[in-house]
């Protein structure tokens, strides 16, 4: 499970002094970033899209810190691969096209699953006011809600 806050942008919020995954209380400042779409325009040929962003600074101890900095190049550098490898694979094997669709298909799921649902913290949905800040550990989550009770909006 997991919780999620509607956080003013320009609250700055209270941490416990310990690591989002662990409780070690060693920690280091983390980054969450988040993006949204805004707005799209479409001209002639093209089209601008417009989006809005959040960043926030949460304590993680040294050792998770590393972990989510590898994640999230692994799962760059898989997002960046699979593209020409499907286009290779359809091109020398055409015959396998409905197989390589249907793997491409398990593989950016498992990308969607690794940098959405597994981060410790998260910034979703921002706003020009606010944004949704998603907790995954519950009992994490319960301290911050004691720590700024004053902050959060209930969602
Ligand atoms: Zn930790």
Not at 26 to 37: D, K
Request: hydrophobic fraction near 50%.
């Amino acid at each position: 499970m997991a919780q999620i806050y509607k956080v003013e942008k320009n609250v700055g919020l209270k941490w416990p002094q310990k690591c989002v995954v662990c409780g070690s209380s060693e920690v280091v400042p983390a980054t969450a970033q988040g993006a949204s779409i805004d707005d799209i325009r479409w001209y002639f040929f093209f089209f601008r899209i417009t989006t809005k962003s959040a960043s926030l600074s949460y304590p993680l101890c040294k050792r998770h810190r590393s972990i989510w900095r590898a994640i999230r190049v692994l799962t760059y550098v898989l997002l960046g691969g699979v593209g020409p490898i499907v286009i290779l694979l359809l091109i020398y094997t055409p015959a396998h096209a409905a197989t390589i669709w249907g793997i491409t298909g398990v593989a950016i799921s498992a990308l969607w699953f690794l940098s959405a649902r597994l981060p410790p913290v998260r910034i979703l949905k921002v706003r020009d006011n606010y944004f949704m800040l998603r907790i995954k550990n519950d009992r994490y989550a319960l301290e911050i809600e004691q720590l700024n009770a004053d902050k959060l909006g209930a969602w």
